[in-house]
């Protein structure tokens, strides 16, 4: 069974644009969760989503949204990137809420 | 809010020798997690534990969770080097984030094995 694909793999962007992350998960599964991670603040949860529907959001600005379709793949969008936006999003699919989240590669931002 | 502390942050050992790795965390949960990842790499699941006394072992790691204590181990016993890498341990559940599901990660454990 293929695993959690994510793309891009690699993005450098410029502060004031916007970029849109895409993941597939796993076949079967309908959760998806997204994460970023910093060498500063760690693995942060950024929202998730089952079912098209986005039950849970973490601590970040508006300017972070996602969203699910009917076929459970996920796209994640930050508008006005900022310098700090640079980061690994890691996308996670599991079977539905509150079971093992397995994660996809990554896509590394750089934001200059 | 949740908050999952790890210790230590960094442990260097030589191959054949036993070492655990601690997790707290601060609020009641149902399920704690362990994840491996590689430099470079995502998160590898190693271990989900969902109830007080949960022990399960793969190879030569085993994790346990006391959730009286809040706290989760893992143990490496006889390390080889294939095991460096970075362990993260992950609280999910209704209790954690004001009541999302995702998971608060702690910061990790950067483990160096010497041969």
């Known amino acids: 069974k293929a695993g959690v694909t994510q793309t891009p793999r690699y993005l450098i962007k410029t502060r004031g644009q916007q970029v849109t992350l895409s993941c597939s998960p796993i076949?079967?599964?309908?959760?998806v969760s997204w994460y970023q991670q910093t060498p500063g603040q760690g693995l942060q949860f950024l929202f998730e989503?089952?079912?098209?529907?986005?039950?849970n959001k973490g601590n970040f600005p508006g300017r972070f949204s996602g969203r699910q379709f009917s076929n459970s793949r996920s796209e994640m969008n930050v508008s006005t990137l900022e310098l700090g936006d640079s980061a690994l999003y890691l996308c996670?699919?599991?079977?539905?809420?509150?079971?093992?989240?397995?994660f996809g590669p990554g896509t590394r931002l750089l934001v200059l | 809010e949740l908050k999952v502390e790890q210790n230590p942050l960094f442990l260097s050992m030589q191959e054949g020798k036993n070492y655990t790795i601690y997790c707290n965390y601060s609020?009641?949960?149902?399920?704690l997690y362990w994840y491996r990842q590689d430099p470079g790499k995502s998160l590898e699941s190693l271990f989900v534990?969902?109830?007080?006394?949960a022990v399960k072992q793969e190879g030569r790691l085993m994790a346990s969770l006391d959730t009286k204590a809040r706290l989760s181990t893992l143990h490496i016993t006889a390390a080889v080097h294939d095991l460096s890498a970075t362990y993260f341990c992950?609280?999910?559940?209704?209790?954690?984030?004001?009541?999302?599901?995702?998971?608060?990660f702690g910061k990790g454990t950067h483990l160096i094995i010497q041969p």
């Open positions: 996670a699919s599991s079977i539905g809420v509150q079971e093992t989240q397995y």
């Open positions: 076949s079967g599964h309908r959760s």
């Open positions: 989503y089952f079912s098209e529907t986005q039950r």
């Open positions: 609020t009641t949960s149902d399920r």
């Open positions: 534990l969902l109830s007080n006394g």
């Open positions: 992950a609280v999910g559940g209704r209790a954690s984030g004001g009541g999302a599901d995702g998971l608060t």
